[in-house]
């Protein structure tokens, strides 16, 4: 592919440290990797055997890592529209069936195809490199994932208390569904990880637990879940294990949380369970707009930096984006009545680049710009973003943190002029070279029509798109285990 220069740019975030932060500086890309990071002087006096094959002026452009979204859904875009019927998010595992199986149940092959591009193409447009998908029909998701040309983190989604029309695979099948995508797909060098993800502890028996533990052992790569989400589900775990000295003492005693674990939200941990979580090594990943809407919370991010867990950012569905979820972390830490406020200015720039890279084991690839690393960068045109002012050069000397203040402040809704990922150019001036985006678009808003019009057929007859395999919040022992097979 030869060397491309991002040239002389007005700013180039090369990271969430202040001392990264420079103007007139140049970025050079071999390949599929970072090759040199300094002056445009330097560059030609350090590599004057290579020419150069694609010159962007980013004179009037900011320069930064693309975003790694560390937790998302990309095909449950069309999932809010079930707030139509009755629901009740302060007991949600008794509204599973019609806020969350129903929209999933009703996706087929070509309906999930097309609205993971739309998101990934929404992910891509607002500066997101990395995502990762926790989805059904994965081989599905992987081949729309690829297309698009994102960086993935494929997580087959496996539960064992429910079943969809769409994805009807019994808990034995959900594994091996699991390991046939980590023997086919996993290959971080190559944009692609899979990770091995139980939906939730309350909808997952131990058994299917244990296995999953041992595949992400196995393969070693992550394993991840959605974890203390929801006040109800929280304070139901932990009545059903009471003896156990609540639900999160005895899920510790079990061994779920790792180093190589990566727990979704974590919205309702306390203090003492986010100083065990600590002592793990395992990662939370931080979706304040998903906690603020639906789960009515909002995670303990400032006390759990305090105490050195790794927290990435995640916008967790597919219309949303990084960006917006780094202004919503900056806001609410802000306003959350706890002991422990406000987080250091650079705090969500590095949760949704290096955060959510360390989580699943990529920040040597990828989350900075660093000579060596891939080459996942994208471009703002200030020019064209009037809402990033008052961003200025003079800050470099004044106050460098405080420019990640001013970005992350006003950054909800930036679009990339340039994306790129692994060195290839996916979108330029502001336009994607090779995705149809108002093809998928449109397509996925005539999904959306149909989905809401047969969600509200299925809702006349009480019926659904999914069915019900034994109760949540069960253990083993209380199973009929004739039912799972």
């Not at 202040?18 to 560059?43: N, W």
């Not at 490199?129 to 494929?154: F, H, K, Q």
Request: proline share 4%; aromatic share 10%; hydrophobic share 35%.
């Amino acid at each position: 592919m030869g060397v491309t220069l991002f040239k002389n740019c007005k700013f180039l975030f090369a990271g969430a440290d202040p001392k990264s932060v420079s103007t007139s500086h140049s970025v050079a890309v071999e390949d599929d990797r970072i090759l040199f990071l300094g002056t445009e002087k330097e560059y030609y006096e350090q590599h004057p055997e290579k020419s150069l094959s694609t010159v962007i002026d980013c004179t009037d452009k900011l320069v930064m890592p693309g975003l790694v979204d560390g937790h998302n859904h990309l095909c449950n875009t069309l999932m809010n529209i079930s707030r139509a019927f009755p629901f009740d998010y302060s007991h949600i595992s008794d509204h599973m069936l019609t806020t969350i199986h129903d929209p999933y149940g009703w996706l087929t092959p070509e309906s999930l195809y097309d609205i993971t591009m739309t998101s990934a193409i929404n992910a891509l447009k607002h500066g997101t490199t990395t995502v990762e998908n926790s989805t059904i029909l994965p081989d599905t998701a992987y081949e729309a994932m690829d297309t698009s040309g994102i960086r993935g983190i494929l997580a087959p989604q496996m539960a064992s208390s429910f079943r969809l029309d769409s994805d009807p695979l019994n808990w034995k099948q959900a594994l091996e569904k699991t390991k046939s995508c980590i023997e086919h797909y996993h290959n971080p060098k190559r944009r692609m990880s899979v990770a091995v993800h139980i939906h939730d502890l309350w909808d997952c028996m131990e058994k299917l637990m244990d296995g999953a533990l041992e595949l992400a052992e196995q393969y070693d790569t992550r394993f991840v879940t959605h974890f203390w989400e929801f006040q109800n589900a929280a304070e139901r775990a932990d009545e059903m294990w009471r003896d156990d000295g609540g639900a999160f003492s005895h899920y510790m005693k079990k061994g779920l949380i790792t180093s190589r674990s990566v727990l979704f939200h974590g919205s309702m941990l306390r203090e003492p369970e986010i100083e065990a979580i600590a002592g793990t090594g395992a990662s939370i990943i931080h979706n304040p707009d998903i906690n603020g809407t639906n789960c009515g919370n909002c995670a303990y991010v400032p006390y759990m930096l305090k105490k050195g867990i790794n927290v990435g950012l995640g916008s967790d569905y597919g219309s949303l984006d990084a960006m917006s979820a780094m202004k919503l972390m900056l806001i609410v830490h802000n306003i959350m009545p706890r002991a422990e406020r406000v987080l250091p200015y650079q705090a969500p720039f590095y949760a949704a680049t290096m955060g959510s890279a360390r989580a699943y084991g990529l920040d040597q690839e990828i989350g900075s710009i660093e000579p060596g690393k891939k080459a996942d960068i994208i471009t703002i045109d200030l020019k064209k973003a009037p809402h990033l002012l008052p961003l200025c050069t003079s800050l470099l000397e004044a106050s460098p943190e405080l420019l990640y203040f001013l970005f992350t402040r006003n950054c909800a809704g930036t679009t990339t002029s340039e994306t790129m990922v692994d060195g290839k150019f996916l979108r330029r001036d502001g336009e994607f070279l090779d995705l149809d985006e108002e093809k998928f678009v449109k397509k996925t808003f005539d999904w959306a029509e149909r989905c809401m019009t047969d969600l509200m057929e299925k809702h006349r007859f009480g019926e659904h798109y999914a069915r019900i395999i034994h109760p949540d919040f069960m253990k083993d022992g209380d199973i009929t285990w004739d039912v799972l097979n």
